[in-house]
């Protein structure tokens, strides 16, 4: 039987703290190089887009959606409520694939994938999504700012080739909630 030697290397502390000061130097010029998602947010000028949005349907149905910063601006989080049905996800820059994804779930055991782009003045999401029953579709969601309190989204069927269908399912219009009129409803409903 032949036995492998191995051979312990050992290296003194003073040996040690050069090979660490230059792993730390290459590894924070790496992380420095990377973009990030609010670079890209900054880069296309889509700032407007996050804080809090509620639109009214035409039945008079309630629709809030709210676009958080987190992590340093690497992350959006995101929640959608339209009446029962509440939606969560994260949106990131994912380097490998050099796009903005999105991914997230509902409170009735779906979920979603996708990607987000800028085309023009719109800012356009399209995803995948498969309900609990196992049923999956796709669609898109084109954004756009209509003025600094007002965002505009309508909703697109999209074909097997990836293109949007000529006509939207419907469009939306958001206004902007305020931080402000927020706390005043948090208050309001705050019991004593």
Known sequence: MIQAKTERVMMSPRRILPVLVA??????AGA??????????KEYGLEWMAG???????QGQKIEAVYRWELNRHLVSTHFKMGEF??????YYSPTEDQVVQVGVDNRGGSNKGIWYPEGDKL????EYT?????????????WKVDARTMKAAMYGVHESGELADEPWGTLEYKRV????????VDK????
């Open 131 to 143: 309900q609990a029953s196992g049923e999956s579709g796709k669609m898109a969601v084109v954004h």
């Open 32 to 41: 420095r190089a990377q973009q990030s998602l609010g670079d890209l947010v």
């Open 23 to 28: 792993l730390v130097v290459i590894l924070a």
């Open 52 to 58: 809090r949005w509620v639109a009214t349907t035409d």
């Open 124 to 127: 356009i999401a399209k995803f």
């Open 178 to 185: 305020r931080a402000r009129a927020r706390k005043k409803a």
């Open 189 to 192: 409903n705050a019991t004593p």
């Open 86 to 91: 509440e939606g969560r996800g994260m949106i």
